[in-house]
């Protein structure tokens, strides 16, 4: 009887412990730990890293340009998006085998809390930044070149920093700063403090055109969003993957209306010209599209119906059992 007691005791105590650790683990506010913003995929031979810097609410209300409040609705409602949506902030580290490239860099300290995180996506993706050797800046824009500095230093100290040369002598000139609208004045505050101590130490390479920029690797220009924006094509095994920048900014409505345009847009026609000529070309030959805004990972194909376009995400695959 006393054996049958002391049984029923320990049963009772280890149901309690259950308890206590099951209603801890409810009691744990998951929702507020952010997961790794990782996304790997192949392209040929390329290792492709997806990295989200985080996201914001895009204030689609303000800064859309050639479009109605019901068009801006019905867009949103249509791709069950809430208003103003969620905005991504992606950039695509590619290890070529011979090198560790990043396409742009995020926003860093220049947006508040809510991004900022390309650096410890790097670290969570198993590499150092340290190890990166040349980074690609589409333009000069806060959300894609803030994240190159911290605290004034190199986040990449043994990279290249390469970007056009149309948007490094823009965004460093203080007659263009004056002639732009006051919302851009930070703007150009931020490239040059940005780009200073990759200028200093000799590491800042501008781009002067179209054309082979390394082994596999090929500019193609796409201004409008900014004077010198850039797209880059990566090849393998008769692979490419484009990274286009901020050659769309707002699928749901960019995608289906190409006629759209941002405040942002330094010039909106030649922005809309270079929208519709790539993500033709990229439906017509079925390239593999990498976006900076559209959501996370960003990687996709697009196809083309009539004059409006449609994106079709990267098939999810996981990779190997280890």
């Given at each position: 009887m006393r054996r049958a007691s002391h049984l029923v005791r320990g049963l009772c105590g280890l149901l309690a412990g259950v308890l206590l650790s099951t209603?801890?683990?409810?009691?744990?506010?998951?929702?507020?730990?952010?997961?790794?913003g990782i996304y790997r995929f192949k392209v040929g031979q390329l290792d492709v890293t997806a990295l989200s810097d985080g996201t914001h609410p895009f204030p689609?209300?303000?800064?859309m340009q050639g479009t109605s409040p019901t068009q801006i609705g019905e867009a949103l409602d249509r791709e069950f998006l809430g208003r103003p949506p969620a905005g991504s902030i992606n950039a695509f580290l590619i290890h070529t085998g011979k090198k560790l490239i990043l396409v742009d860099a995020g926003a860093g300290a220049l947006y508040g809390d809510c991004c900022g995180q390309v650096e410890r996506h790097i670290r969570a993706a198993g590499y150092l930044p340290e190890q990166v050797d040349l980074v690609l800046l589409t333009h000069l824009h806060k959300d894609?070149?803030?994240?190159?500095?911290?605290?004034?230093?190199?986040?990449?100290?043994?990279?290249?920093?390469?970007?056009?040369?149309a948007d490094i002598d823009y965004w460093n000139s203080e007659a263009a700063k004056e002639r732009a609208p006051a919302f851009l004045s930070t703007f150009f505050d931020a490239a040059a403090m940005s780009?200073?101590?990759?200028?200093?130490?000799?590491?800042?390479?501008?781009?002067?055109?179209?054309?082979?920029?390394?082994?596999?690797?090929?500019?193609?220009?796409?201004?409008?969003?900014?004077?010198?924006?850039l797209s880059y094509a990566f090849s393998s095994q008769?692979?490419?993957?484009?990274?286009?920048?901020?050659?769309v900014h707002v699928g749901?409505?960019?995608?289906p209306h190409p006629q759209i345009t941002v405040s942002y847009d330094s010039d909106a026609v030649a922005a809309r010209e270079s929208r519709i000529s790539?993500?033709?070309?990229a439906a017509e030959n079925r390239t593999l599209i990498a976006a900076a805004h559209l959501s996370?990972?960003?990687?996709?194909?697009?196809?083309k119906v009539g004059t409006a376009f449609e994106w079709v995400p990267l098939n999810y695959e996981a990779g190997p059992a280890r």
């Open positions: 209603a801890g683990f409810a009691a744990a506010n998951v929702s507020q730990v952010p997961p790794p689609v209300d303000t800064v894609h070149v803030g994240g190159i500095i911290s605290k004034g230093r190199a986040v990449f100290p043994n990279a290249i920093v390469r970007a056009s040369k780009l200073a101590p990759y200028k200093a130490s000799g590491h800042l390479q501008a781009i002067t055109g179209a054309g082979p920029l390394e082994d596999g690797v090929e500019v193609v220009t796409s201004p409008g969003h900014t004077p010198g924006h008769g692979q490419t993957l484009l990274v286009v920048g901020d050659l749901a409505l960019q995608l790539l993500l033709s070309s996370f990972p960003g990687v996709g194909h697009i196809r």
